[in-house]
């Protein structure tokens, strides 16, 4: 009984390139969330989706941000032409049906060089 | 808007003795109430969380939390704590709306002393 899956748990990149970030729901959820963690801070949204469709992307960066949440396969937060700010660790959770019981990844702890 | 205030940064206490760290929270409506543990380099683990009915929460590792409306507060408290209780907490609200996000506050550290 899997919980909320992340990969990469640790990613590098440099300056410019782009990162891909993983995130397999619970089984029999159907709602995935993204925040992002910047150093001493609490956890801040930035998206919320379901299966093919963006519910809420408030939180989202208008520029070089991307997330999607295919029919088959796990979300993908995508971060294009990745700057220093963006080292944060970036956690999924997942619900059920959209309430807030949500359930956390362990995250992914991305460090831009 | 939404917000949630955690007051401490960081508390020091003890190892045996009680725990109380504060939350005070900023919404419309009756919200949805979380207090979460993240260990370093770890996930958040939900401790316990309010929706309705008796204001007094208990959750797990011996954590209890009291949802005072008149306050606006969510305060989480140990009676002993444990060296393995250190770690980082976050309080956390939601709307009682479905398809909404949780607001987080900052955090507190927790550092126990032998």
């Known amino acids: 009984n899997a919980g909320v899956m992340q990969n990469p748990r640790h990613l590098v990149r440099r300056r410019g390139q782009e990162a891909r970030l993983r995130c397999s729901p619970m089984?029999?959820?159907?709602?995935v969330y993204w925040y992002r963690q910047l150093p001493e801070e609490g956890l801040k949204f930035m998206v919320y989706?379901?299966?093919?469709?963006?519910?809420?992307e408030s939180g989202m960066p208008k520029e070089r941000f991307s997330a999607e949440f295919p029919k088959e396969g796990p979300s993908i937060l995508r971060i294009q032409q990745v700057v220093r700010g963006d080292s944060a660790a970036y956690f999924c959770?997942?619900?059920?049906?959209?309430?807030?019981?949500?359930?956390f990844g362990p995250g992914t702890r991305l460090t831009v060089l | 808007a939404q917000s949630v205030t955690q007051p401490d940064i960081h508390i020091t206490v003890s190892e045996g003795a009680s725990l109380e760290l504060r939350c005070n929270y900023s919404?419309?409506?009756?919200?949805?109430l979380f207090w979460y543990v993240q260990s370093p380099g770890q996930g958040l683990q939900l401790l316990l969380k309010?929706?309705?009915?008796?204001?007094l929460v208990q959750g797990i590792k011996g954590f209890e939390a009291e949802f005072k409306r008149s306050q606006s507060s969510f305060n989480l408290r140990k009676p002993s704590v444990h060296w393995s209780d250190a770690a980082e907490y976050f309080c956390?609200?939601?709307?009682?709306?479905?398809?909404?996000?949780?607001?987080f506050g900052k955090g507190t550290r927790l550092h126990i002393l032998p």
């Open positions: 989706l379901q299966k093919e469709n963006i519910i809420d």
């Open positions: 089984k029999g959820h159907s709602h």
């Open positions: 309010y929706f309705s009915g008796d204001t």
């Open positions: 956390a609200v939601g709307a009682t709306n479905r398809d909404d996000k949780i607001i």
């Open positions: 919404y419309g409506a009756t919200p949805y």
């Open positions: 959770a997942s619900s059920l049906d959209g309430s807030n019981e949500q359930f």
